[in-house]
C-alpha cells in the first residue's frame, strides 16, 4: 500500500483494529521524526496529525538548519554544539533537501558584533558544529563584504564574516521523515483529530479518541505508550489530560515576508542587525527573496496566527535600512507566513531570551510531551523520547538507528551520487521533452523520487498535451498517490511550497490544479468545491496583510 489517501478507509481499519506500542499526536517535524525512530527500531508506530503534515510551526520557520549563531551570545553553548553538529548528520540524510548555503554576517557601525567578536564568534560556531577546516568562516574587509552583496548599506559597513548554513524546506523534509516512516512499518493519518484519551480504570493512559476530519466520526486508537508532539498545543493536550502543572509553554510569532527577487535582489544571503539589538535572516531563493524573522509573545488563536501590519512594518525597516536603494513598501510583499515558537515559558525573559532547548514532560497518567527545541535538532529530540518510551515498554528495541538512515528520496551515499543521479533524472526526463530546469526543481524536491514523477509525465502524455499542465498532473498524481494529499493546500504550500515560492503562477492555477486533484482523489463535484473555498481561504491569510 502506498502512503495515499486513496486507502485511507483500509489506514483507519488497520489503526482502529490493534494495539500500538507507540501513538504520536502531531504530525511535524517532531512528531514524524519520533515515528520514525520508533518504527526502525521495531515498535509498532501509529501517528495522527489533525490537519496536513507540517501544516503547523513545520511549515512556517526560517528553513535554515543551522547551529543558532545567535545562541552563543546567551551562552547556550551545548544547544550550539548538538544543533551545530546535527546539520551534517541532517544534510548527509537528505542531500536533495539540506544545502549548503554560505551566510553573510554584515559589521556595522553601532551594530551587535564588531569584527573581532564576529570572528571569535564564528570561529567558535564552527569549533563546536564541527565544521570541516574548508567550510570554516571567512572574514572579509568593507571591499570584499560589499562585492559579496552590493545592496548593503555602505554608510555604516565595516566588514563581514562568511559562513556556512544549511537551506530547507521544513515541510517536505517532515514528510519525507513521515514516508520513511511508513515505509519501515509505521501508520499515519492525517485530519484525524484526537480529542481525548482512552484510559484504564487506575487512570493510566492507554490510547486516544481520535475524529476523522474529513468524513466525520470517531474511532479508537489503543496503545501503551502515547506522545504529545503537539507543538504550540503541547499545553490544549496536557490540559485534556489535567497535567497542564508545572512548566508551560510561551508561544511566541514569528513572521518572514516574500518579495519577488526583482524587488530584493540580494545575490547571497544575509544575517543583519536590527535597530533594537536583533538579527534577521534575507534569503534569495529562486524567484523570491524572504526575510524574517520577528519574535513577539502570542496569547491569540493558535490554529492561524497570521503576520499583521505591525510585523510586517518592522520587517521593512529593518531591510530599508540594511539594504541601499529597495525601498520597499507593504504593496511589494508577494506573500507572508507566520509560526509559533513552542517554547518553555521562564519568569522575567522576553521572547528572544527564552531557550530554544527541548523539554520532555511526563505526566501521571504516563502522556509523554515534548516542546520547544529546533527543526534542526528533530532526530536528537525524536531519540530521547523513543529511548524513554522503550524503558517504559519494558522491552529491549536496541539503540537509536537515524543517525546514518537515509530518508526517503535522499538515497545518495555521498555528494558523487547525488550529482550523478540528478544528472541521470535530467537524461530520463529528455525523451518526454521535460526541461532541464524542471527536472532540477523536482530533484530539489522529491530527490531520487523524481523519477516517478517523469514515469508520469510518460504516462500522461498522450491526454495532456500542454506542457505546463501536463507536469502539474504528473507532481499532483504523485502528491496524491504517495504523499498523503487531501486538500489543495496540502500539496502547494506544503508539498511543494508553490503559493510561497511561485506565487504568480500558483495563483492562476487553482481551479485547474483543484480538478486534477479531485479527479484523482476520486472527489464529488461538491467537495471539489469545498477544496477550491479552503484553498482559497489558506491563501488570502498567505497573501494579505
Ligand atoms: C518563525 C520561526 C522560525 C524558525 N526557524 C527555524 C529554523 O530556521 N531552523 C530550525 O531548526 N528551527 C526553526 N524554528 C523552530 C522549528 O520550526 C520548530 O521547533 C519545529 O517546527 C516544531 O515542530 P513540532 O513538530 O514540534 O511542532 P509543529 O510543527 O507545530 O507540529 C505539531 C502538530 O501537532 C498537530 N496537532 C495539534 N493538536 C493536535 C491534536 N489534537 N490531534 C492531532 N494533531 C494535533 C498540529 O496540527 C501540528 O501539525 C523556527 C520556528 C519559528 C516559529
Request: glycine share 8%; with cysteine; proline share 3%.
Amino acid at each position: 500500500m502506498n502512503f495515499s489517501n486513496l486507502h485511507r478507509a483500509s489506514f483507519i481499519q488497520q489503526l482502529t483494529s490493534q494495539e500500538f506500542d507507540l501513538l504520536v499526536v502531531g504530525g511535524g517535524i517532531t512528531g514524524c521524526g519520533i515515528a520514525l525512530d520508533a518504527a526502525l527500531r521495531g515498535m509498532k508506530v501509529a501517528l495522527v496529525e489533525k490537519n496536513d503534515f507540517a501544516s503547523g510551526t513545520s511549515s512556517r520557520s526560517t528553513k535554515l538548519i543551522h547551529g543558532g549563531l545567535r545562541y552563543l551570545k546567551q551562552f547556550e553553548f551545548k544547544l550550539v554544539r548538538d544543533v551545530g553538529t546535527e546539520r551534517a548528520v541532517v544534510h548527509r540524510n537528505a542531500r536533495h533537501l539540506v544545502i549548503p548555503e554560505k551566510m553573510l554576517l554584515p559589521i556595522i557601525k553601532g551594530g551587535s558584533l564588531n569584527e573581532f567578536s564576529t570572528s571569535i564568534g564564528l570561529l567558535v560556531y564552527d569549533l563546536l558544529a564541527g565544521v570541516k577546516k574548508g567550510e570554516r568562516r571567512i572574514m572579509l574587509d568593507r571591499h570584499a563584504t560589499l562585492k559579496a552583496e552590493p545592496l548593503l548599506n555602505a554608510a555604516n559597513l565595516l566588514g563581514g564574516g562568511l559562513y556556512f548554513e544549511y537551506r530547507t524546506d521544513d515541510s517536505r523534509l517532515t514528510i519525507e521523515l513521515a514516508k520513511s516512516a511508513f515505509a519501515n512499518g509505521a501508520l499515519f493519518l492525517n485530519y484525524a483529530e484526537l480529542k481525548g484519551f482512552l484510559q484504564t480504570p487506575s487512570g493510566k493512559i492507554c490510547g486516544a479518541k481520535i475524529e476523522d476530519k474529513t468524513e466525520g466520526g470517531e474511532f479508537d486508537i489503543r496503545a501503551k505508550v502515547v506522545v504529545n508532539a503537539c507543538g504550540p498545543w503541547v499545553d490544549l493536550l496536557r490540559k485534556k489530560d489535567n497535567s497542564l502543572r508545572g512548566k508551560r509553554l510561551q508561544l511566541t510569532k514569528g513572521v518572514h515576508l516574500v518579495f519577488p527577487h526583482s524587488k530584493l535582489p540580494l545575490q547571497q544571503a544575509a544575517y543583519f542587525d536590527t535597530a533594537d539589538g536583533r538579527m534577521i535572516f534575507a534569503i534569495p531563493r529562486n524567484n523570491i527573496t524572504y526575510v524574517g524573522t520577528t519574535d513577539t509573545v502570542y496569547n491569540q488563536e493558535i490554529d492561524a496566527p497570521k503576520c499583521m501590519r505591525d510585523d510586517a512594518q518592522y520587517l521593512l525597516n529593518a531591510v530599508n535600512s540594511a539594504f541601499v536603494n529597495v525601498n520597499l513598501q507593504v504593496s511589494d510583499i508577494e506573500s507572508t507566513w507566520a509560526g509559533l515558537r513552542p517554547l518553555i515559558h521562564e519568569d522575567g525573559k522576553s521572547p528572544s531570551e527564552l531557550s530554544r532547548k527541548d523539554e520532555i514532560m511526563i505526566s501521571e497518567s504516563g502522556l509523554v510531551s515534548i516542546a520547544g527545541g529546533k527543526l534542526t535538532g528533530y532526530r536528537l529530540m525524536a531519540e530521547k523520547i523513543v529511548d524513554l518510551a522503550a524503558k517504559t515498554l519494558g522491552k529491549h528495541y536496541g539503540k537509536c538507528k537515524t543517525k546514518n538512515y537515509l530518508l526517503c528520496g535522499g538515497i545518495f551515499e555521498d555528494d558523487i551520487a547525488f550529482q550523478k543521479a540528478l544528472k541521470d533524472a535530467t537524461m530520463l526526463g529528455e525523451p518526454a521533452s521535460i526541461p532541464e530546469s524542471k527536472v532540477h526543481e523536482w530533484f530539489f524536491r522529491y530527490g531520487s523520487n523524481t523519477q516517478k514523477i517523469i514515469e508520469n509525465v510518460a504516462s500522461l502524455s498522450s491526454a495532456i498535451k500542454e506542457p505546463e499542465t501536463l507536469f502539474n498532473s504528473a507532481e499532483v498524481k504523485y502528491a496524491v498517490e504517495h504523499e498523503m494529499v487531501m486538500e489543495l493546500n496540502d500539496f502547494l504550500i506544503r508539498r511543494t511550497g508553490k503559493i510561497f515560492f511561485d506565487k504568480p503562477q500558483s495563483e492562476k492555477q487553482i481551479p485547474l490544479l483543484a480538478e486534477m486533484l479531485g479527479d484523482y482523489l476520486k472527489l464529488t463535484p461538491e467537495k471539489q468545491t469545498a477544496i477550491v473555498e479552503n484553498t482559497l481561504r489558506e491563501y488570502v491569510l498567505a497573501t494579505t496583510l
